[in-house]
């Protein structure tokens, strides 16, 4: 039964993909999975339940390829790198099913739960930073999430536009404003080293650095 539903499941996240959600027929799904259409409503409720597991699948696979990414042993900064590098290549490997996540509302709190498990990984990371001292323990990792991972799903959707392959400048670029810069508004870090945190002002200016330097490597 396992295997079946993960085939109803593969189907699906081919047909959305390729024909998006209105276009998508349950039909469809079930000749690709070579299964009848009944075997699917075994399962799914419905085309909206039947997207809700895709997108389910998807981030709870992308939190398991997560946690494999992230050498336990490194610094809080090479973590936070290997988080990144994974994020973006998945993104962009991925970009037709993160497009679906949009369009598949959270139907119960199960489904918010696989996306704040998946958040999470960032949040250990910079906890185990603050618990080995390298962090302060009032850094705003709450902020910090939302500009690492806001920034890498912009930037992916920028290098779809143009067309352009897996460009690590991207994830480097956010660490420098994040990490290393303590010139820039990113202070983000480095001010929270020294008890101040990123106004709202601040993050959105990082953003935009962010941005700046990607249209520049890209020309």
Known sequence: MEAKESSILDAAEKIFAEAGFDGAKV?????????????VYLYYKNKQDLLAGVVGR?????????EEAIAPDTTTAMQLE?????????LLNQFE??????????????DLDQVREYV?????????????GELPEHIPIVQLRDVFFGTLEFSARTLKLRERPYDHSVVTNLLSIMVTSPDTPSGMIQGAIQGKEPSNRELMNALKAIQKQLKTSGN
Do not use: C, K, N
């Open 27 to 39: 039909s469809d799904i079930a000749r690709a999975a070579s299964v009848a259409e009944g075997t």
């Open 58 to 66: 998807f981030w709870t696979q992308l939190t398991l390829g997560a």
């Open 82 to 90: 290997q988080l990144g590098r994974y994020h973006l290549q998945s």
């Open 97 to 110: 099913v993160v497009s679906l996540t949009y369009r598949a509302r959270p139907q119960q709190e199960q």
């Open 120 to 132: 999470r990984v960032f949040d250990r990371i910079m906890q185990r930073g603050v618990d080995r």
